[in-house]
């Protein structure tokens, strides 16, 4: 395939819809050029054409780009400690069909049938326009692609095992996808250097620089979970001592409460975060009765009643139009929203496509991350079982001290890492909508000086919990098979 070939298939999938003229304009061509190679990928089964809308100028009809119906597929498989997802993902990042199961960690050989036969039932379908396969798993991956799972007891897997046929095979830890996917599809479109954080049964995360995650010598860069930003009493299920990870997550809240480990740390750090802002929302409405200023346990500078779904957060950044919190939605200052190295107008045409499913309803576990406590004491409530009431003012505090620690350890990655934006995932989201000041203020507190003036923006992540380590693994499996395609 031609460069121009490969730079217009990258373009249509990060933007499908661009119409015909606008890119010819970013390949740099003339408008016969761009006519010739669009016939060519349309006669290839790569790109089909439709009508453009009208513009209103003079001059003759566009038309824009769109994935060939008939064209080449990826697979797309996310693994969790409690479940497993499959897709089928078109160019331009539409899911045609899924498959999903909960495994409740079953050992690694069970998982594995069940996944190949996934695989197999997606190949019947489909046959040969299935060409590449991402993998996105809950542990560092190294260059070999074997896996090490530290939380399901899984070690030295070969995920070339899933599918040994597969032209195309790349894997990615969880959170180093969800990362990829945020840059590309997500909160930190444009960013030159972005940090994405995605806390779950631990943490994890990944630097994105220049459109790439930076994944170390031996595949296992990000761990910043297992940084020893934590209390160096606690033990992590890594073998460490400290872990930054086991400060964050729902073993955190728990222990903060005086409750056992909890066999769902993510349901139940979800519970308790409900229960601190309800609370607080409750104090704020008695404050409000009694002509008081709003209570603000958690120091919350925007709402602090906020539900976790309102997924609101901090910044450094001026207020924006919208009243809320200020700088977190949006692009930061002076971040391109369009194709890479572009400012042409073309962010709306990105974004997270439309995606739906022929197959069983998507698992509610979630990917999820690399830290938390050994084997111990287990809460005798998990997702979708009932268990003891939280304290309201106690969920409050908790909630209030994990967010200390989250905000003091982003810090600690800024000074490091000079990114120019933080994005943060899965339990994150919810801990900056519930504590957005006690983070802010643990940050800020920990940020050199020549950060302070204009701190890199924390936003929580656009894209669903669920969604994020199965796009980046889409994303990746693209990215490797566009250049192969004739």
Known sequence: ????????????????????????????????????????????????????????????????????????????????????????????????????????GAPWAEVRAAVTVAIMNFLSRYGGRLHAIGISVPGPVSRDLRLDAFNSDWHGIDLNELWPEAGLLVAGNDATLAATA????????????????????????????????????????????????????????CGAHGCWGSSVDGTALARLLGDPRPRDPVTYARRVISTATRALRSQRSRQELAGLPPPTPTGSSTDPAALPDDRAGLSGAPAGPSGGSPGLLGNPAGLSGGLAGHSDGLAGLSGNPARHSD??????????????????????????????????????EAVRAVGIALGRGIAGLVNALDPDLVTLGGLGVDLLAAAPEAIDTAYRDGLMLIHRESPPPIRPATLPDDEGPIAGAAEEAWSALIPHLA
């Open 1 to 104: 395939m031609t460069t121009r070939s490969t730079a217009l298939l990258r373009m249509v999938h990060r933007h499908p819809g661009v119409t015909r003229a606008d890119a010819a304009r970013l390949l740099g061509i003339g408008t016969g050029a761009a006519t010739e190679l669009v016939t060519r990928l349309s006669r290839a089964a790569l790109l089909t054409q439709a009508p453009a809308a009208p513009s209103g100028t003079r001059g003759r009809p566009t038309t824009v780009l769109l994935p060939h119906p008939d064209g080449p597929l990826v697979l797309a498989l996310a693994i969790t400690h409690e479940a497993w997802r499959l897709d089928v993902v078109a160019l331009g990042g539409a899911t045609l069909a899924s498959l999903s199961e909960r495994h409740g």
């Open 182 to 237: 945020e840059h590309r599809r997500g909160a930190a479109t444009g960013a030159a250097v972005a940090l994405h954080l995605r806390i779950e049964a631990g943490l994890g995360g990944a630097v994105i620089d220049d459109g790439h995650p930076v994944i170390g010598a031996h595949g296992a860069a990000g761990e910043f979970g297992h940084m020893p930003f934590g209390d160096p009493t606690v033990r992590c299920g």
């Open 359 to 396: 197959g069983p309803a998507g698992h509610s576990g979630g990917p999820v991350g690399l830290s938390g406590d050994p084997a111990g004491p287990v809460s005798p409530y998990s997702a979708g079982e009932s268990g003891p009431d939280v304290d309201p003012d106690a969920a409050v």
